[in-house]
């Protein structure tokens, strides 16, 4: 069993910064794929970003590829999305996900453990 709690969410401009934090309980984290996610009320959960055990491959939605960085840090148990360049349609709750078998890093059915979320707020 994996927990993990996100951090870093709040109200922010046009334009500028975020770093989200997600904290992994357990010595297992190193063997996890991870993965940040998003949600609106009224649609479907979307992918964000994604990188795998070794942090040695990572992946990004199209809209969000030259603006946000996903990294980890497998000694801290701990995964991060720095956001830069925040747009209004950005806001969204985002929620961190981890993996523990065959990996398939955009599609959130395929995670098997999730935070409870923290939200990200863009205004104008």
């Known amino acids: 069993q994996v927990q993990l709690v996100e951090s870093g969410g709040g109200l922010v401009q046009v334009g500028g910064s975020l770093r989200l934090s997600c904290a992994a309980s357990?010595?297992?984290?190193?063997?996890?794929?991870m993965g940040w996610f998003r949600q609106t009320p009224g649609k479907e959960r979307e992918f964000v970003a994604a990188?795998?055990?070794?942090?040695?491959?990572?992946y990004y939605e199209d809209s969000v590829k030259d603006r946000f960085t996903i990294s980890r840090n497998n000694a801290k148990n701990a995964v991060y999305l720095q956001m830069n360049s925040l747009k209004s349609e950005d806001t969204a709750i985002y929620y961190c996900?981890?993996?523990?078998?065959?990996?398939?890093?955009?599609?959130?059915?395929?995670?098997?453990?999730w935070g409870q979320g923290t939200q990200v707020t863009v205004s104008s």
């Open positions: 996900a981890a993996e523990a078998g065959a990996w398939k890093a955009k599609n959130a059915d395929a995670y098997d453990f």
């Open positions: 357990g010595r297992t984290f190193s063997s996890l794929a």
């Open positions: 990188i795998g055990w070794t942090g040695d491959l990572s």
